[in-house]
């Protein structure tokens, strides 16, 4: 079993900067990938990035990249969802989630994820 706990997020100005944090704690983890998903009101989930734990690359989806980074730290067992230059429309409940083996965009496919944090954007 995975147990995925996220914390950071908030209110912030249109503009400003966030970091999430995803800890991770039980079956880990070089051969899992980690995903950051967010879902606003009324829409389905979204798919953000994607982390290789082993090897650390990243795939962003294209609403976010330039502005969002996800790294890990192995020592800490934590993913991390830097987010800059926020919008409005990044307003949502961001979660991480885990999956082994296979790099997805499909949350479907995620086996395990965390309970999600807020994250509000103010114009």
């Known amino acids: 079993q995975v147990q995925l706990v996220e914390s950071g997020g908030g209110l912030v100005q249109a503009g400003g900067s966030l970091r999430l944090s995803c800890a991770a704690s039980?079956?880990?983890?070089?051969?899992?990938?980690m995903g950051w998903f967010r879902q606003a009101p009324g829409k389905e989930r979204e798919f953000v990035g994607v982390?290789?734990?082993?090897?650390?690359?990243?795939y962003y989806s294209d609403s976010v990249k330039g502005r969002f980074t996800i790294s890990r730290d192995g020592a800490k067992n934590t993913v991390y969802l830097q987010m800059n230059s926020l919008k409005p429309e990044d307003t949502a409940v961001y979660s991480c989630a885990a999956r082994f083996l296979i790099y997805s965009t499909d949350p479907a496919s995620y086996n395990y994820w965390g309970q999600g944090t807020q994250v509000t954007v103010s114009s």
């Open positions: 982390i290789n734990w082993n090897d650390g690359n990243t």
């Open positions: 039980g079956r880990i983890f070089s051969r899992y990938f």
